[in-house]
């Protein structure tokens, strides 16, 4: 989306909400001024800023606290954001995608997630079936966690049997691309250059 759009030479920025602590989110996102908090020596530009005139990507934004909540939904309606310990409002533009495991339409009728907002980042709506309904996704995706991994690790020519691609194919994947993410991190952590992954290596990762 942000490749393609009039966004795409200025920043995308990536954001996993939920391995953040609740309470630094709004630092992280707004940034802070030096002194803001214990742990504030210096002051912080916001992942907010670092985005403007391109896109920040909110992952997990059903994580996030009622409270931030609301002062996500005020930088989207009036494009501004205050650092922590700021007093100046500083003005941003910024394009939102968000992504969630929840079940956003449950928080809402629980009151855990705002309807105003959920109507604010719902422009266009993507929904995304676990990785077990598609498993015709299974295989290219272990083919490419595999060349990364692989990349990061400096070694060449690991490659799957055909055995072991099958056996991953009829996985069930209840943690979903996180868990074959996983699974083939630790089969290349266990194999040496132009080896062959096989069976009996998937299936002892999959135990």
């Known amino acids: 989306i942000h490749e393609h759009s009039g966004r795409s030479v200025r920043p995308f920025v990536p954001v996993n909400v939920a ?23 210096q002051r912080r530009v916001g992942l907010f800023a670092q985005a403007d005139g391109g896109t920040l990507f909110l992952d997990e934004i059903g994580d996030m606290t009622p409270a931030m909540q609301t002062k996500i939904l005020r930088a989207l309606q009036e494009g501004v954001i205050t650092p922590v ?54 295989a290219p995706l272990a083919r490419a966690f595999l060349s990364d991994f692989s990349i990061s690790q400096g070694k060449e020519g690991i490659a799957f049997a055909a055995e072991a691609m099958d056996m991953l194919t009829q996985h069930s994947f209840q943690g979903n691309v996180g868990e074959l993410q996983h699974i083939i991190q630790w089969l290349v952590n266990r194999k040496g ?5 096989s069976e009996s290596d998937v299936g002892e990762a999959l135990a």
Not at 19 to 41: C, Q, R, S, W
Request: proline letters at 4%; aromatic letters at 4%.
């Open 19 to 41: 391995a953040i602590p609740a309470d630094l989110v709004e630092a992280e996102l707004f940034g802070h001024e030096k002194g803001a908090f214990t742990g504030a020596v």
């Open 85 to 138: 310990g700021g007093s100046e409002p500083i003005k941003v533009d910024v394009r939102i995608i968000t992504a969630t495991s929840r079940d956003l339409a449950a928080m809402q009728n629980n009151g855990t997630f705002r309807d105003d907002l959920t109507r604010r980042i719902s422009g266009a709506t993507l929904t995304m079936p676990s990785l077990r309904r598609r498993r015709g996704d299974i």
């Open 193 to 197: 250059n132009h080896s062959i992954i």
